[in-house]
């Protein structure tokens, strides 16, 4: 059984930066034409084939918008929620973890997960920020996939 994908993206904040601290700055204007310009691609793919009671795994790659690159200085982090009929080998994942892999390209992460039988939807938020020639932003983004073991 093919798993299908769900993915929802959100926007919730960005900042612009000054000097050489990337936390510096304060909040952009959210809603703008270069907000809404910036922002990341995110593919979630989930298994294949799952099988109850067998480890499967579910990739994320992010790649950063146009003119940017990722920020390995701000503090990335994929925090899912615990679902009923998945076992999470780990409900967070951050920079250095095993399955994560960080450069200024792109950012990718292997989620363990162990389903039992049936359809089951794994939510989270994944933060990541991306710096540009004058500007850095942040991205708070929700992200779901739905996996469908046999």
């Keep these: 059984m093919r798993a299908v994908l769900v993915c929802v993206l959100t926007v919730v904040a960005g900042c612009s930066r000054s000097g050489d601290d990337p936390f510096a700055g304060s ?6 034409a270069a ?5 990341p691609t995110v593919v979630i793919t989930p298994p294949a084939d799952a099988l109850a009671g067998a480890d499967a795994i579910t990739h994320v790659m992010v790649t950063p918008p146009a003119g940017f690159h990722v920020n390995d200085a701000y503090p990335v982090k994929l925090e899912l929620a615990p679902v009923a009929g998945v076992a999470l080998a780990r409900t967070t994942l951050e920079a250095g973890d095993a399955g994560v892999e960080l450069d200024r390209e792109h950012l990718a992460m292997a989620i363990h997960v162990t389903p039992t039988a049936g ?3 794994v939510a989270g938020k994944l933060s ?3 710096c540009g020639a004058t500007s ?4 708070h ?3 779901a ?6």
């Design 27 to 32: 909040v952009g204007a959210r809603g703008s």
């Design 35 to 39: 907000a809404a310009a910036s922002e």
């Design 119 to 121: 359809t089951h939807t």
């Design 128 to 130: 990541v920020g991306f």
């Design 136 to 139: 850095c932003i942040t991205r």
């Design 141 to 143: 983004l929700p992200v």
């Design 145 to 150: 996939v739905t996996i469908a073991a046999r």
